[in-house]
């Protein structure tokens, strides 16, 4: 009997199952250094949060210490990572104007080891005001992350691999102690029309935290999110962004998914709520990804 000839469609699901095969069976090795990521585009509903949040779940789930730092008051990134963080509860707040050690707040994640959060609240929405009178505003982030470095080396806990901090849509104190908190900055652009406006302003911004602030800071990242491969719109976007920063931008891209909105709803993030949807590979792919960037820049080092 001859052998049935495959529709375009199973040929398309055949291959992205072993694409998918493929990329759970690829090794993550650690960094040789805590990776400290801030997440920031001043443009909101880019998927900045999202990001944070499954690309810390994709690489907790391949044994890395991943810790997310939600610095954003609506605490987003809490809910996602199913961590209560109502106002009776230690939080970013207490850590940034109280000056709580980070390990009386940090939270493991109920449905992924190696995954942990230091959750927000709404307290933190008063935190600018409060931030500008205090000793070394912009550094207090920075400085209550490498003493819970110390605390883990001393206990001797498992060191951090990845850190991401989730950042309000806005450049205010909060976001500056980002900054000044990182190494690397991770800039989500949604694929949409306005994906570049205001992104040169951000880009001056993080130009003067540097120069004033955190000399190490860099621009390391850039991630296409809500990308459609139906239309012209988001083909052209890519391009426009590929050609503009060709280093940074990485080859995986996100898609519009429904199972990423629908994620946080649940408490979960895609990566738990539904391994094998696109939003999920997607997400997968791109922390594989950041994780080979890291590797080869180690190498040439």
């Given amino acids: 009997m001859a052998e049935a000839v495959q529709s375009p469609v199973a040929r398309e699901l055949m291959n992205e199952k072993k694409r998918w095969k493929k990329l759970n069976q690829q090794q993550v090795q650690p960094p040789a250094e805590t990776r400290i990521f801030t997440i920031s585009n001043q443009k909101g509903g880019v998927g900045k949060t ?27 990134a809490s809910t996602a990572l199913n961590i209560e963080h109502g106002t009776d509860i230690v939080s970013t707040y207490d850590v940034l104007i109280e000056d709580t050690p980070m390990q009386e707040a940090v939270r493991p994640c109920p449905d992924v080891e190696n995954l942990y959060c230091l959750p927000s609240n ?18 207090r982030l920075s400085r209550a992350l490498g003493d819970y470095a110390k605390y883990l080396a001393v206990n001797d806990l498992p060191r951090l691999d990845y850190v991401f901090i989730d950042c309000p849509p806005s450049l205010g104190l909060l976001t500056i102690n980002a900054f000044v908190a990182a190494r690397e900055v991770l800039i989500p652009i ?9 992104l040169s302003q951000l880009l001056k911004n993080i130009d003067m935290v540097k120069k004033h602030l955190n000399p190490g800071l860099e621009v390391s990242t ?13 083909a052209q976007v890519a391009q426009e962004v590929r050609e503009h920063f060709p280093e940074q931008v990485l080859s995986s891209t996100v898609p519009r998914s429904v199972r990423v909105s629908e994620a946080p709803s649940h408490g979960q993030t895609v990566i738990t709520y539904d391994p094998q949807s696109t939003g999920a590979r997607s997400y997968t792919d791109a922390a594989t990804e950041i994780a080979r960037r890291g590797a080869e820049q180690k190498d040439n080092a």
């Fill in 122 to 139: 709404i307290d933190l929405a008063g935190a600018e005001i409060e931030l500008v009178s205090l000793v070394a505003r912009e550094q």
């Fill in 50 to 76: 999202s990001t944070a949040v499954n690309l810390a779940a994709a690489l907790a789930e391949r044994g890395l210490q991943t810790l997310v730092i939600d610095i954003d008051p609506q605490g987003n």
């Fill in 222 to 234: 850039i991630l296409l999110t809500m990308y459609d491969g139906r239309t012209r719109l988001s």
């Fill in 190 to 198: 949604q694929c949409e029309y306005y994906a570049l406006e205001g």
